[in-house]
């Protein structure tokens, strides 16, 4: 296939992304002395930016591929998350299947980019444990709802708790019976959950 039909392709596919959800924010500045307080570089503040990361990243760039996308993820009750949401709205992508967990914040990457492009920082907020219980459920059964009505599901997991073994099998089974393909990242769990899953049916 040619690579002009292969991205016509995308115009006419309809995707579900899953996975974890991330706020990538970078703050902008240049490097003017190094701290009386520290042997380290203060860094004057000229302007900060955020986008979709994660799994919100990959949805975004369906989007801008022409794929008709839906994302199921997890965010905080916070500001960061209520950034992420608006960030995917902005790309058309419904938050109506973005779960709300306040026991954990919205993973959040924040980057000290000095003099356009060193990269002085990385500061990460997050919760790594898997989710659990109502959370892990409610991720499930929103997943599940959507298989009908999607082409393809993109499992996107950094390992930051919102894809579990248990969601990946169910998943991976279900997209085995309607015939709706499920694929992954290149992540060692997901990846050996999901050929054990081929190897055993």
Request: charged share 25%; hydrophobic share 40%.
């Amino acid at each position: 296939m040619k690579f002009a039909s292969y991205l016509e392709s995308f115009q006419s596919l309809n995707a579900l992304v899953l996975g974890d959800l991330m706020l990538d924010e970078y703050v902008f500045g240049k490097v003017t002395r190094i701290s009386q307080e520290a042997p380290v570089m203060v860094v004057q503040q000229t302007s900060t930016r955020s986008v979709p990361g994660g799994a919100a990243n990959v949805a975004s760039n369906m989007v801008a591929l022409g794929a008709k996308t839906k994302i199921i993820g997890v965010l905080g009750t916070d500001e960061s998350g209520e950034k992420l949401a608006g960030h995917l709205e902005a790309w058309g992508i419904d938050r109506a299947n973005l779960v709300r967990d306040p026991s954990r914040p919205t993973t959040r990457k924040t980057r000290v980019v000095a003099n356009h492009h060193h990269q002085v920082l990385r500061i990460d907020q997050e919760d790594e444990k898997l989710i659990e219980g109502e959370v892990e459920e409610l991720v499930l059964q929103r997943a599940l709802a959507e298989i009908d009505s999607v082409d393809i599901v993109l499992i996107s997991d950094y390992q930051k708790g919102a894809v579990t073994p248990h969601i990946i099998r169910e998943i991976v089974r279900v997209g085995r019976e309607k015939g709706v393909p499920v694929v992954a990242n290149p992540n060692q769990r997901v990846c050996l959950i999901i050929e054990a899953l081929h190897w055993f049916r």
